[in-house]
Each structure stands twice: as C-alpha cells, then as structure tokens.
C-alpha cells in the first residue's frame, strides 16, 4: 500500500499500539474486565472535560453524542437558541429541528468567532425565559475557528438557560472546564485529538442537566442517557459496545497522559502555529479571524490562482499526502490541515514539504524552503521555551 500522511481534521493517524489493541481478544461485556475498562476510561476523560460529573461512552459516532444531548435534554416545541460558526454548528441545530425544538440562530460571520457580548445581549432580552436552551461550538472544524468557550459560559450564566457543547475536534487539545464554567452537556469523540480511531463517543452532564433529563418527555431509546447512567454504575453500557474501539481508546488515553495536560494543548498549539506560518509564507490567507484560531485544524485560502481541489488532489496523489477541503459554502475554497492524532515534527515539515512540491507542479512560482523555514521556526520557538 502506497505509504500515506493522513492530515485530515479527523479521522487522525493513530499510533501502532493504539491499531495493536483492536487486535485483542473480545470480552465478556457484562463482565469484571470491562467493568475495569470503563471505569478507567471514565478516569481518563474526566481531566480532560474538566468535570466531576459522570461521562458516559456510547457506541456512536460524535453525532451519536450530539444526538444524545439533544434527545434527551429537550421537549418538542421547546425554544432554543444557535449560535454556530459554521457547519457543524448548524448541524446541531438541525438535529434539535429534527427533534422538534424551535431553533432561533444567532448568527456569526464564517471564520469568526461567537461573539459572547451578542450571546448575553440576545439572552438578556429574553426577560420572559422562554428560551430553555443554548447550542455552542467548542472548535468548528469547518472553519478552523475555536470559540472562547469561558466567555461564553459566562454570558449564558446569568439567564440560567442549559447549555449543550459540541467539543467533537476540540477536547483534549485545549484547556477545557466544564464544572468552572458551567456548561451542562458536553460533547466529543475518539477520533479526534484523542487519536483513537472513530466510533465511541462521549457525553458528560451535569446535574441540573440530569434534573432536565428526568422531565424531558422527548422520544429516545437507544441513546437513552439516564439509562446509559444507570448500566454505567453497574460498568456497563445498556447495549453491546464496540469493544475493539473501547480498547483502542484506552491505550491513546494512556499515551495521552503520558505527558502532562499542558504539553498536549501546547503541541496542539504549537502545530497550528507552524502551519499557519508556513501557509503564509506560501501566499495562502488564513481563514480564521486572528482572534479566533483553532488549535486542531488550520483553514486556508490558496493563493490566487491555484484551485484547492486541485492542490489537494495533486498532494494526495502524487505526494501521498491528505488534507481536506472546505465544507458548505466553502466547498472548493480552502484547504484544512489537522494538527491531531498521532503526528510528529518530521510528519508536519513533511507534509509542507509536499505542498511546495504540488504548489511548483501546478504551475507557481515556487517559493522552495519559505513554508518548510516558517514551520521550522515556529516549532523551535516551542522548543526554546521548554515544550516539547
Ligand atoms: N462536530 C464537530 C465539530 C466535528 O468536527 C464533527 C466531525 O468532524 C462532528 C461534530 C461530527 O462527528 P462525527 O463525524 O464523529 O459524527
């Protein structure tokens, strides 16, 4: 198999001991080894939600979680208020449409961040409380946009409505404290910066989000997540788990905490910086807003006159090396480069290496070195200042 570098925002490379685990043996899941498993899967996630409250593992998809959320924190009818920066936080309004919520969307300009002074403004009009609800963005994966998660919280607070977070593409990369800032559903996946491979997703409440969930009358059976609760506590799942992926989740979260919290959000951190600058360096324009960047996905516009569908196939396919393209409106416009998974200095340099070469072959003026150097010095800067 022709040998390939998977940059993509998720799926992400993932470690050979991590690909090794979903080798193993499958075992009784009403029995004391996946009891264990549980509960110590359930240790390892909760520093990164920043909670104490239960997280929960379902045999899903990340949409499987958000689907979760939705389905069991709502009535139909129920008003609720978006504000997505993009796709996938559409996408979740579309779900509590789909579920019966009336959705109000509180809009944000692509490649900008959710404005947390229009979030409380909008909520403080809102003198009757007739809004129950509240559905935000951690990181857009779309865009490459990561959201001011803290301020957020803050302006959510003071009118009390519950709040649902999509951190599909961002837990795990970045500081994130559900319990300080008082968020009530939180949602992410395996496939992302856990660098497990996709197919579990988890979901953590907290407790006035389980007093929601015990009057919401809303249809939901297989991610019933107070019964999902309730076979946690006996260390189970109501239904038979993908094991394999369970497996593989436990080992990328032991190779996770093999290095402090920090120095995995400043890996994260110093990545992005390096592909932003390298993209620059090579007449690209950043797509986020520069208060407003991700951590776990670059989004970039080419230069003028090169096509990004191009790029990318002309870097997938003569060069092995895979990026995504844009999503929506921004189809055919940019290019995103992931900074998660199992991926190292040599792979990133690698890889912009690459995108020199495809950049030369479609016909610029090949600027060798420019991208492959601002990388570089980015990178040596984190190791300067002690991060590895
Ligand atoms: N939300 C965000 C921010 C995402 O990036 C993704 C996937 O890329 C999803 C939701 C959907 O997750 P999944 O594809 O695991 O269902």
């Known amino acids: 198999m022709k040998k390939t570098l ?18 193993w043996p499958m075992i009784n899941h009403r029995g004391r080894e996946f009891a264990d498993l549980l509960a110590r899967l359930e240790r390892q996630m909760k520093p990164l939600f920043g909670t104490e409250n239960d997280v929960l593992f379902l045999g899903s998809s990340g949409t499987g979680g958000l689907e979760a959320a939705v389905a069991n924190l709502f009535d139909p009818g129920d008003r609720l208020l978006s504000m997505p920066v993009g796709v996938f936080g559409k996408r979740l309004a579309t779900i509590a449409k789909t579920f019966g919520c009336e959705v109000e969307m509180l809009e944000t300009p692509l490649g900008a961040a959710a404005d947390p002074h229009a979030l409380a403004a909008r909520l403080a009009a809102d003198t009757e409380r007739r809004i129950k609800g509240v559905l935000l963005t951690h990181n857009e994966t779309s865009t490459g946009v990561q959201n001011e998660m803290a301020a957020l919280a803050e302006a959510v607070r003071a009118h009390g ?27 992410t996946a395996s496939q992302k910066a856990l660098a497990a491979p996709p197919g579990v997703a988890m979901v953590a409440v907290s407790d006035r989000g389980w007093e929601a969930m015990a009057r919401a009358r809303i249809a939901r059976y297989y991610f019933d997540l107070p019964l999902t609760r309730e076979f946690a506590r006996k260390g189970q799942t109501p239904w038979t788990p993908p094991i394999s992926v369970f497996y593989a989740l436990g080992v990328a979260l032991s190779r996770y905490h093999a290095v402090s919290l920090e120095e995995n959000f400043a890996r994260h951190s110093a990545y992005a910086r390096a592909i932003r600058a390298a993209f620059e360096a090579l007449g690209f324009t950043i797509f986020s807003r520069s208060d407003a960047h991700s951590v776990t996905v670059v989004a970039a516009e080419p230069p003028a006159g090169v096509d990004a569908a191009t ?10 090396v895979v990026l995504s393209g844009g999503q929506g409106e921004l189809t055919g416009k940019i290019v995103r480069f992931g900074t998660m998974g199992d991926v190292s200095e040599n792979d990133l340099l690698g890889a912009i290496g690459a995108l020199e070469l495809a950049l030369a072959d479609l016909g610029g003026s090949p600027r060798f070195g420019a991208g492959v150097a601002a990388a570089a010095q980015a990178l040596t800067a984190r190791a300067a200042a002690g991060v590895r």
Do not use: C, I, N
């Open 6 to 23: 998977l940059l993509l925002p998720g799926p992400v490379p993932v470690a050979q001991p991590v690909l090794e685990a979903m080798a």
């Open 161 to 187: 409505a519950l709040t649902v977070v999509d951190s599909v593409s961002g837990l795990g990369a970045s500081r994130f404290e559900m319990d300080a800032w008082g968020f009530d559903v939180v949602v």
């Open 311 to 320: 790029l990318l196939k002309t870097l997938r396919e003569s060069y092995g």
